[in-house]
Structure formats: structure tokens, C-alpha cells
């Protein structure tokens, strides 16, 4: 089992910035792929970005690319995503989700992660 627990949300104008945090507790973290979803009600759940294990690939959705950065410390067991350059439609819950290593579903698809995290509200005022 791993638990996960996000922090960092919150309200931003337009063009500012937050950095999400995911903190995992239980298994070994190093051992876990991890990807960042958002949600909006009504809407199915949504790519964010990806880390692989060891930190050396990075995955991000278009709608996302050159904005946000994901990162991780294996050493303190969390993940992060800086949010930069946010837009309106940004506003979303942001969810962490950990996935045992395998090459199949892609790091994209949601079915691929074994593990979520409760989720946190970002909201972007125009």
C-alpha cells in the first residue's frame, strides 16, 4: 500500500504560479512511476504530467507544456509540480497518483496507476 497526500493548492490570479506537493508514505516511493491528473466536474480525468522512477524522464500534456515542471526527491518521498504562467482554464482538482513499474498502460492513461491521492483544489481567477 502507499499512501499519498497532496498539499499546495490554492487561489491565483491569472499568470501567477503555485507548486503542488505530493508526499508517499508505505512502499519504497523510489520504486513508483508518478503522474499528475486534474479533474473538473462533469469531465473525465485529465494527463497532467509524469515522472519515471529514477527522475529521468519527464511526460506532460500539451495544454501544460512549458508551463508546468514535475519533479521529484526520492529522498523525502515526494513529488512536486511547479505551476507557472496559469490560465483560468487550469482550475481544476489536481490529483498525485504512483504506479508500480511496468511498460503498459501508457504513463498518460489513468489506468496505469495503481495508487491516488485525495486531491487539491487549484483555481485560477481571471
Known amino acids: 500500500q502507499v499512501q499519498l497526500v497532496e498539499s499546495g493548492g490554492g487561489l491565483v490570479q491569472a499568470g501567477g504560479s503555485l507548486r503542488l506537493s505530493c508526499a508517499a508514505s508505505g512502499r519504497t516511493f523510489s520504486s513508483f512511476d508518478m503522474g499528475w491528473f486534474r479533474q473538473i466536474p462533469g469531465k473525465e480525468r485529465e494527463f497532467v504530467a509524469a515522472?519515471?522512477?529514477?527522475?529521468?524522464?519527464?511526460y506532460y500534456a500539451d495544454s501544460v507544456k512549458g508551463r508546468f515542471t514535475i519533479s521529484r526527491d526520492n529522498a523525502k518521498n515526494t513529488v512536486y509540480l511547479q505551476m507557472n504562467g496559469l490560465k483560468p482554464e487550469d482550475t481544476a482538482v489536481y490529483y498525485c497518483a504512483a504506479a508500480i513499474r511496468r511498460l503498459l498502460p501508457q504513463l498518460s492513461d489513468p489506468r496505469r496507476y495503481d495508487y491516488w491521492g485525495q486531491g487539491t483544489q487549484v483555481t485560477v481567477s481571471s
Open positions: 515522472i519515471t522512477w529514477s527522475g529521468g524522464s519527464t
